[in-house]
T-cell receptor
Framework: ETGVTQTPRHLVMGMTNKKSLKCEQH?????MYWYKQSAKKPLELMFV???????ENNSVPSRFSPECPNSSHLFLHLHTLQPEDSALYLC?????????????FGQGTRLTVV | SQQGEEDPQALSIQEGENATMNCSYK?????LQWYRQNSGRGLVHLIL?????REKHSGRLRVTLDTSKKSSSLLITASRAADTASYFC???????????FGEGTQLTVNP
């Protein structure tokens, strides 16, 4: 495995539910990311936490709320999602050093909103 | 936007043949990376090429970068059925930590 662990691997939730996705990295990296992968679309960068800063993609709806309590853990809190939010959500981490940004990905959470 | 084009979208070849995938981008990059994704799984980093490099090798992989044409190619030689996956290029901006991914090429290697 890559050293980035995501839980749960699969999640089915109703539109009124609140759930959270969890990501943990054991690589000592200083940046963590949330990506959304929908069918037939490029990976969409949702959020970046780099050197304890948060960078947002302004097109991400507020029903997605990230939390990064420390450099090893990243959460994505979900509430009142829509069916079009069903996708594979990927967490990644990297060590931002001299412009090298190889990303290490988790296995993803397959989210289905019903 | 840094997103560019990847082509082909899909490629089907026989085992033993070479596979070539291309990626283009629009603005300046610090480096360009290639990733592989098996169906429904996370992406795995394959190779990184810096903007001042023109060619790089790793095992059966060969990556080229032409900054004048803003394009890169990934060549997989002597392909195997296990190479079947989606391949993505990702552009790293001149500054910052984010990667921008292309739409990917779905490679199928038939035994």
């Amino acid at each position: 495995e890559t050293g980035v662990t995501q839980t749960p691997r699969h999640l089915v939730m109703g539109m009124t539910n609140k759930k959270s996705l969890k990501c943990e990295q054991h690589l000592g990296h200083n940046a963590m990311y949330w990506y959304k992968q929908s069918a037939k679309k490029p990976l969409e960068l949702m959020f970046v936490y780099s050197l304890e800063e948060r960078v947002e993609n302004n097109s991400v709806p507020s029903r997605f709320s990230p939390e990064c309590p420390n450099s090893s853990h990243l959460f994505l809190h979900l509430h009142t999602l829509q069916p079009e939010d069903s996708a594979l959500y990927l967490c990644a981490s990297s060590q931002v050093l001299e412009g090298r940004t190889e990303a290490f990905f988790g296995q993803g959470t397959r989210l289905t909103v019903v | 936007s840094q997103q560019g084009e990847e082509d082909p979208q899909a490629l089907s070849i026989q085992e033993g043949e070479n596979a070539t995938m291309n990626c283009s981008y629009k603005t300046s990059i610090n480096n360009l990376q290639w990733y592989r994704q098996n169906s429904g799984r996370g992406l795995v980093h394959l190779i990184l090429i810096r903007s001042n490099e023109r060619e790089k090798h790793s095992g059966r992989l060969r990556v080229t970068l032409d900054t004048s044409k803003k394009s890169s190619s990934l060549l997989i030689t002597a392909s195997r059925a296990a190479d079947t996956a989606s391949y993505f290029c990702a552009k790293s901006e001149t500054s910052g930590s984010r990667l921008t991914f292309g739409e990917g090429t779905q490679l199928t290697v038939n035994p």
